[in-house]
């Protein structure tokens, strides 16, 4: 595709159940990352790949917090027995080389009520 | 640690009149310093990149300066499509992430 692709675009998740956030990087890019937006803030890192390999994810908040990109492409972050601090927007980013500027998607904003 | 402060919070300006944000930072180790443009429900978009001072580089209305210290990202003759949050973020050292400020709020007024 021509971009980051991410869905859903909005998730609501009643408090304690798990959620599956998607992202389909540029093709070809083989850095993807994950981060956090809060309302006002900037965003905020989780995690890296490089192809399939987790190579840092220092900023996952806590053990709920998954992500997986199996096959060097699509990623996956979940999140299991959601709280009301995970609501925020989830931002990918995929990038040709780490040092390489990375193009975010539209990201998918979270909410637990 | 990357620490990225961004002035002023918001800034209001008419349309045609020029201003300058502000990125300062502390890093280890420069790799880059990003500016993005981010619009209200989309994700950041990408702009700019510096790598080291002295560098500038230009886009349309917008120009952006690195030193050692700061960036700046100046408009000129900014008109009402150019509101946005202008975020600024920085690579370092090992880390393959970016660290990102809390963003300028752009509003131009026509």
């Known amino acids: 595709g021509a971009g980051v692709s991410q869905s859903p675009r909005y998730k609501v998740a009643k408090r304690g159940q798990d959620v599956a956030l998607r992202c389909d990087p540029i093709?070809?890019?083989?850095?993807l990352f994950w981060y956090q937006q809060a309302l006002g803030q900037g965003p905020e890192f989780l995690t890296y790949?490089?192809?399939?390999?987790?190579?840092?994810k220092s900023g996952l908040p806590s053990d709920r917090f998954f992500a997986e990109r199996p096959e060097g492409s699509v990623s996956t972050l979940k999140i299991q027995r959601t709280q009301q601090e995970d609501s925020a927007v989830y931002l990918c980013?995929?990038?040709?080389?780490?040092?390489?500027?990375?193009?975010f998607g539209q990201g998918t904003r979270l909410t637990v009520v | 640690e990357d620490q990225v402060t961004q002035s002023p919070e918001a800034l209001r300006l008419q349309e045609g009149e020029s201003s300058s944000l502000n990125c300062s930072y502390t890093?280890?180790?420069?790799?880059?310093l990003f500016w993005y443009r981010q619009d209200p429900g989309k994700g950041p978009e990408f702009l700019f990149t510096?790598?080291?001072a002295g560098e500038e580089k230009e886009k349309e209305r917008l120009k952006a300066t690195l030193t050692k210290k700061e960036s700046f990202l100046h408009i000129t003759a900014p008109k009402p499509e150019d509101s946005a949050t202008y975020l600024c973020?920085?690579?370092?050292?090992?880390?393959?992430?970016?660290?990102f400020g809390s963003g300028t709020q752009l509003t131009v007024l026509p």
């Open positions: 980013a995929s990038s040709t080389h780490r040092d390489t500027e990375a193009f």
């Open positions: 093709s070809g890019h083989v850095s």
């Open positions: 790949f490089q192809n399939e390999a987790q190579l840092d």
């Open positions: 890093v280890s180790g420069l790799r880059g």
């Open positions: 510096l790598y080291s």
């Open positions: 973020a920085v690579g370092s050292g090992s880390a393959r992430q970016l660290t």
